[in-house]
């Protein structure tokens, strides 16, 4: 039966693009390599009618499909189980930019583009294309939907979700949605769109998309500051946005250990305040106006904010070198953290008023817990998001320390999300990672409802099964 | 039986909130008396516990429920039908604002709460609560969100739906689901927020929400241009997005003979450049500096759109009063049309790539049809959407042009927006008018998934049946 699934499959793309020997660890170990699959088979599909014929094909063989995007996931959403059973549907060929469409400021893209391609398109056609994360070499748009991907532009542009009009899906019986809207205003209907984005595959594949661009603006700055603790942040936070209104595009939030960690590892990276502050927060101020007009507001913003004692120095980029060198900064957090030693990483969001509390309750409960454990905390401020990540005592073990403390660690680190009404997943999915664990912290009342979208949608649970719910 | 279903109502809300004799027209007509329902009974919960008991009763009872917000809607969603066996769910005592939290941005309120009531609370506490739209003092969050109301901001801020950013909901079995989060992200399972929203109560009842605030703008200016052409209007939004960028909250567009009738009936008025331009365009944008900053930036947007050729004249507002003034003219134009006589009113939406071509054929086809036909065209242009109204012929009986021209317009109108991508229902929603047209217009993949999200979710079919899609 698998066999004659596989020959259809090759009849119906070409031998070429159904891959069944050799070494296919790229599409069946996760990015992290968390998770070692073995698929039946992996399928490159070309178009969304080849999509759909695969689709048929699997779903009359009775065989599940595993969709997968640039494999950058972080909760092993996109690979398959290691049953060899499950066929890997990659959209890496269908990477076409179909449409720019400058009047309506949107474009339609193909799943399998590359996101910095697509930023790359979007420039030269003089627009913004604004989601932005540290994958963006190599994961695609298709990924970034199924997970409803975030980044650094989020506060202002919102998570991928906020940027797509619309979707074209293949759906678990192998027919076709063109749902590739260019409409900012539609109400027909139920809100399928963003019932796929965030699937993670499990209720259909999405093969394209119409997402939105926005203007270039005319600068972009970025400052730094030092703050002397979280209320301080947000306080900080509350002020940026009433000044710089939509022009705040970016908010991240540094602990002085995360910092120390960078300064340590790579010495020759100069990592402002380091050793005089707690907390250090990062901003940027997209104008639309000019260089000179940015700056001014970003100064008259950080000096009202020193007077009102939420900043105790400041430093703003004097030119695109010196702020690609503070975003270096903090994209070097995991980096040195990792240079560090094994550690226990979360993805979690809180409402931003909240933060303060949380950090202080939960620090302090982790330090009683396990003495000298260390703190690696930053995150998107902006969004109430923070990699809230420990790790293990100075001179220990780090294996060690995973194996015995990383499942206390993360109930005590989520069972506090729950109690500050956050989430234990902000930007990277559920996967098969966090799906049995998301019962305990999420309402079964919701959970109900997902199974019946689930069933309804996909009856034979045949779209990557196991992930976000189980059926 | 029903009877039995009354004295259990009444002994759960007590007999003064369930409503069963006298005047019920406020609940059972809809706003534009299209429609003339009646009603088993109309409860009025005042919690969300109470709201949960009567969807359980009438489920016991195999009772049909249609929720009602402020029963402000266009498209006959929220009255009753009428077979006297419906039971209609008021939300208009659950009103309160439950929290406003400054730091995050956010407040929690019940679904019965009047629009401009949250309005004037945000701004007393310093913030902007955005959704702007003429029921405004009417209509309530529950319904806003239901129906995921627009507006004339939507071009910033987006819909209802872009602004909440959780609900709580009683669910078809009566069971209660606190989504009420406050998070900007959270990554764990499929989007049921923006599955409720625009849903019109045939998933759930949203109880209650988490909206976002924003910071109120320092000043906000209004400026009126007169524009020789649809595209020029279009090409001055682009101008206008790229030199103001979130700047640019508001950008309508009013044909000539939709501005000559408010001249006409409300000589008093003075509109801006009325006989010399066949289109005029109202721009506003919310500055977060000053208003000096927002006047200079707005005569340099003006000077190049002259210079570029796509605007011909222009004022911009030099006070409140003069503002508010430009606005009414822009808000009289339905009330305009009413006094002009009956018409048939549309509610489009279309890539804004397309609007011209879209105006100057579908134009060309009525006139080519129905000789002396008149269009009232305007809109929100930023957001695709037009109001895309059709007068009666000047002389004729306005009666009569309805009963027989009103299936054939409708039709020749819709097929043309469908010819280019477009939506019937930009911003007013299915209800029970378009319901059965909509198959028409729209993918029968996504009917079909629409189907099967209504049976698993509510498998009786007793949440506002009939409406949006037929189970």
Same mark, same amino acid.
């Given at each position: 039966?698998?066999?004659?699934?596989?020959?259809?499959?090759?009849?119906?793309?070409?031998?070429?693009?159904?891959?069944?020997?050799?070494d296919l660890a790229a599409y069946e170990v996760?990015?992290?390599?968390?998770?070692?699959?073995?698929?039946?088979?992996v399928?490159?599909?070309?178009?969304?009618?080849?999509?759909?014929?695969?689709?048929?094909?699997?779903?009359?063989?009775?065989?599940?499909?595993?969709?997968?995007?640039?494999n950058?996931?972080?909760?092993?959403?996109?690979? $398959?189980? &290691?049953?060899? =059973?499950?066929?890997?549907?990659?959209?890496?060929?269908?990477? %076409? !930019?179909?449409? #720019?469409?400058? /009047?309506?400021?949107?474009?339609?893209?193909?799943?399998?583009?590359?996101?910095?391609?697509?930023?790359?398109?979007?420039?030269?056609?003089?627009?913004?294309?604004?989601?932005?994360?540290?994958?963006?070499?190599?994961?695609?748009?298709?990924?970034?939907?199924?997970?409803?991907?975030?980044?650094?532009?989020?506060?202002?542009?919102?998570?991928?979700?906020?940027?797509?009009?619309?979707?074209?899906?293949?759906?678990?019986?192998?027919?076709?949605?063109?749902?590739?809207?260019?409409?900012?205003?539609?109400?027909?209907?139920?809100?399928?769109?963003?019932?796929?984005?965030?699937?993670?595959?499990?209720?259909?594949?999405?093969?394209?998309?119409?997402?939105?661009?926005?203007?270039? $603006?005319? &600068?972009?700055? =970025?400052?730094?500051?030092?703050?002397?603790?979280?209320?301080? %942040? !947000?306080?900080? #936070?509350?002020? /940026?946005?009433?000044?710089?209104?939509?022009?705040?595009?970016?908010?991240?939030?540094?602990?002085?250990?995360?910092?120390?960690?960078?300064?340590?590892?790579?010495?020759?990276?100069?990592?402002?305040?380091?050793?005089?502050?707690?907390?250090?927060?990062?901003?940027?101020?997209?104008?639309?106006?000019?260089?000179?007009?940015?700056?001014?507001?970003?100064?008259?913003?950080?000096?009202?904010?020193?007077?009102?004692?939420?900043?105790?120095?400041?430093?703003?980029?004097?030119?695109?070198?010196?702020?690609?060198?503070?975003?270096?900064?903090?994209?070097?957090?995991?980096?040195?953290?990792?240079?560090?030693?094994?550690?226990?990483?979360?993805?979690?969001?809180?409402?931003?008023?909240?933060?303060?509390?949380?950090?202080?309750?939960?620090?302090?409960?982790?330090?009683?817990?396990?003495?000298?454990?260390?703190?690696?905390?930053?995150?998107?401020?902006?969004?109430?998001?923070?990699?809230?990540?420990?790790?293990?005592?100075?001179?220990?073990?780090?294996?060690?320390?995973?194996?015995?403390?990383?499942?206390?660690?993360?109930?005590?680190?989520?069972?506090?999300?729950?109690?500050?009404?956050?989430?234990?997943?902000?930007?990277?999915?559920?996967?098969?990672?966090?799906?049995?664990?998301?019962?305990?912290?999420?309402?079964?009342?919701?959970?109900?409802?997902?199974?019946?979208?689930?069933?309804?949608?996909?009856?034979?649970?045949?779209?990557?099964?196991?992930?976000?719910?189980?059926?």
């Amino acid at each position: 039966m698998t066999q004659a699934l596989v020959f259809q499959l090759q009849s119906l793309l070409g031998p070429a693009h159904v891959l069944v020997g050799g070494d296919l660890a790229a599409y069946e170990v996760d990015w992290r390599k968390r998770s070692h699959g073995k698929a039946l088979a992996v399928v490159r599909p070309g178009s969304t009618d080849e999509v759909a014929a695969v689709v048929r094909a699997c779903v009359a063989a009775g065989t599940s499909i595993v969709p997968q995007g640039g494999n950058t996931g972080l909760v092993v959403g996109g690979t $398959p189980d &290691a049953s060899g =059973t499950q066929v890997v549907l990659s959209l890496q060929r269908m990477q %076409a !930019v179909r449409e #720019l469409d400058a /009047a309506n400021m949107t474009v339609l893209v193909e799943a399998g583009c590359v996101l910095q391609t697509l930023q790359e398109h979007a420039r030269q056609a003089g627009f913004l294309f604004p989601l932005s994360l540290a994958a963006e070499g190599s994961c695609t748009i298709g990924g970034n939907l199924a997970t409803n991907a975030g980044g650094t532009q989020v506060l202002r542009y919102g998570n991928a979700r906020d940027l797509c009009l619309g979707v074209e899906v293949v759906t678990p019986q192998g027919e076709i949605w063109n749902g590739l809207s260019g409409l900012r205003k539609d109400n027909t209907g139920y809100d399928l769109r963003d019932l796929f984005i965030g699937s993670e595959g499990t209720l259909g594949i999405i093969t394209a998309a119409t997402l939105k661009l926005y203007p270039l $603006p005319a &600068a972009t700055l =970025t400052a730094w500051a030092a703050v002397p603790g979280m209320d301080a %942040a !947000v306080q900080l #936070l509350g002020m /940026a946005r009433a000044r710089l209104g939509a022009g705040l595009t970016g908010f991240e939030v540094m602990g002085q250990f995360a910092l120390g960690l960078v300064a340590k590892h790579y010495p020759q990276m100069r990592v402002p305040f380091v050793h005089d502050s707690p907390w250090c927060v990062l901003l940027e101020n997209a104008d639309h106006e000019s260089e000179a007009h940015a700056r001014g507001q970003f100064e008259a913003l950080l000096e009202a904010a020193v007077e009102a004692g939420c900043v105790t120095d400041a430093v703003v980029a004097e030119n695109i070198a010196q702020a690609r060198q503070l975003w270096h900064v903090r994209e070097s957090i995991p980096l040195a953290q990792a240079e560090e030693g094994l550690n226990i990483k979360h993805d979690i969001s809180l409402p931003i008023s909240r933060i303060p509390a949380y950090c202080a309750e939960t620090d302090a409960r982790l330090a009683r817990e396990i003495p000298g454990i260390r703190l690696v905390n930053f995150g998107h401020l902006g969004d109430g998001n923070l990699h809230y990540n420990v790790q293990a005592p100075e001179g220990g073990d780090p294996a060690a320390f995973l194996r015995e403390q990383e499942a206390r660690v993360n109930e005590l680190v989520y069972e506090q999300v729950r109690r500050f009404d956050g989430s234990i997943s902000a930007e990277h999915g559920v996967g098969s990672l966090k799906v049995d664990g998301l019962p305990h912290y999420k309402s079964p009342v919701a959970i109900d409802m997902m199974k019946a979208i689930k069933r309804g949608l996909d009856p034979r649970n045949l779209m990557n099964p196991g992930r976000v719910v189980r059926a």
